[in-house]
């Protein structure tokens, strides 16, 4: 045991021990200085055990560390505890374990010493303890806290187990659990917004009041935007969970809000990015609701920030993929374009049937479907249809051939036996001067350059080059 009571005062050797090392001194110096002190008060058996009052032994052995220990090696809860957690520690931590340690300590005591709350030693406990807690918090209204600095983890089995082991005996006895890891274990770069975690470190993580705020930010988006936030960081919820990482060097806890990511066992999407605030702030005691600030952080700034990026490469994102569309468009339509004039050059005539139902024919290519004299028939009222369109078009010098519709539709019905050379200019002429219409103008090149010009329009309307 590190302490005993003397006449009612703790007396913490290895606090005093660690005090003389700092300023130079060597072991056998220390036991010298420390027997001086206290070597009357020993022989007289005046040193007793804090947890059941017996007498301890002050021990100083020149290459152990220096304790307490029951007179006749007798036992009691405390140093039952205090045996399991020497043995503990020496198993899985590393050397920065007690200066954590000893840091959360100091940070708490500052806070709850004027209170009159206890910060003690995880081994003082008054029941035994299977797996012991670094610090043992226990406030007046019941709540209890055990808080453990990690330093040693191991990604293997064995650990998993002896994480997943002391959160549930902490749990069986009724402590709410606040667990601190060594920043030597914090994988994270600019370079990628995700983080890997071993199976020891998935244990470990909270649900903290702040996690589910950012779960109840993150499902107030619109319904796309959530499926691209999703999409984007390969999630498939937003059920937000953190970790807390102690740079005990530099006094800093960084805290990660994580996402499981999709098809993975251990990878996790940073939520925004990591949370870095001091030790102090992270270990401030929220007294209303006896928990550690770190779990009720306000991260408000935080979230109107992630917003307000989302949002904005959302809306990239749509202006890309709207981008994107109008080129396929674009592209679909060029080859469109394409099938069709290399459709108008290849359209073989029937080799039957009249003027007329040889443009009904062109037409209908034209259009994409397959010519049959039977599709003929049933598409006479489309054709009748652009047929009316065709003769509503005007040009120039139509007013001297009278009546005006009249000359259109002869010059339309012999359309494509012009175009297939079946007849010639002069040909289709004299078709519209010896039918029933009347030559207003004497001038004939006139007259031809309204039928030439009408021509073009035909041309130009069913897009014929």
Not at 261 to 277: A, F, G, L, N, Q
Request: hydrophobic share 35%.
């Amino acid at each position: 045991m590190d302490s005993a009571l003397l006449h009612g005062k703790e007396i913490n050797i290895n606090s005093e021990f660690i005090m003389h090392f700092r300023i130079g001194k060597n072991q056998s110096e220390i036991k010298e200085i420390l027997e001086n002190k206290y070597r009357d008060f020993a022989k007289k058996s005046a040193f007793r055990c804090i947890c059941c009052g017996s007498i301890v032994n002050l021990i100083m052995p020149l290459q152990k560390k220096f304790h307490f220990r029951h007179k006749d090696n007798e036992s009691c809860t405390y140093s039952d505890n205090y045996d399991k957690y020497t043995a503990q520690v020496k198993k899985y931590e590393q050397g920065k374990h007690d200066i954590g340690k000893t840091l959360i300590r100091t940070y708490l005591q500052g806070q709850l010493n004027p209170l009159h709350i206890p910060v003690i030693e995880g081994y003082r406990y008054r029941s035994k303890l299977s797996i012991v807690p670094d610090l043992i918090v226990e406030f007046p209204s019941g709540v209890k806290w055990a808080l453990d600095f990690l330093t040693g983890l191991r990604n293997n089995k064995s650990y998993t187990e002896h994480i997943s082991n002391r959160r549930m005996i902490y749990e069986e006895h009724g402590f709410k659990s606040y667990f601190f890891i060594d920043t030597s274990w914090l994988a994270i770069n600019e370079i990628t917004p995700y983080t890997t975690l071993i199976e020891a470190e998935e244990q470990l993580l909270m649900n903290s009041s702040t996690d589910k705020e950012w779960k109840l930010f993150l499902n107030k988006f619109q319904p796309e935007e959530k499926e691209y936030i999703q999409n984007q960081k390969l999630i498939s919820n937003f059920n937000v969970r953190s970790i807390a990482y102690f740079d005990i060097n530099n006094r800093e806890c960084t805290i990660l809000r994580l996402i499981k990511k999709k098809y993975s066992d251990s990878d996790y999407y940073i939520v925004h990015k990591p949370t870095i605030i001091s030790m102090e702030e992270a270990l401030s005691v929220n007294l209303k609701y006896e928990a550690l600030s770190l779990l009720n952080l306000n991260e408000e700034i935080a979230m109107n920030d992630f917003k307000e990026i989302i949002l904005e490469k959302y809306h990239l994102f749509l202006a890309s993929e709207e981008e994107t569309r109008r080129a396929v468009n674009r592209s679909r339509e060029g080859n469109e374009k394409a099938v069709e004039m290399n459709s108008l050059s290849t359209f073989i005539p029937p080799s039957k049937g009249s003027p007329n139902e040889i443009a009904k024919a062109y037409m209908l290519h034209n259009m994409g479907i397959k010519v049959t004299p039977e599709y003929l028939n049933k598409k006479e009222k489309e054709l009748k249809r652009k047929r009316e369109l065709l003769l509503n078009k005007s040009v120039v010098y139509e007013s001297y051939i009278q009546p005006i519709s009249g000359w259109k539709e002869i010059v339309l019905d012999n359309f494509f036996s012009f175009h297939f050379e079946q007849i010639d200019f002069n040909e289709l002429r004299d078709l519209v001067i010896n039918s029933e219409v009347d030559l207003i103008s004497e001038e004939p090149k006139k007259v031809e350059y309204a039928i030439s010009m009408y021509i073009d329009v035909i041309k130009k309307e069913i897009k014929l080059q």
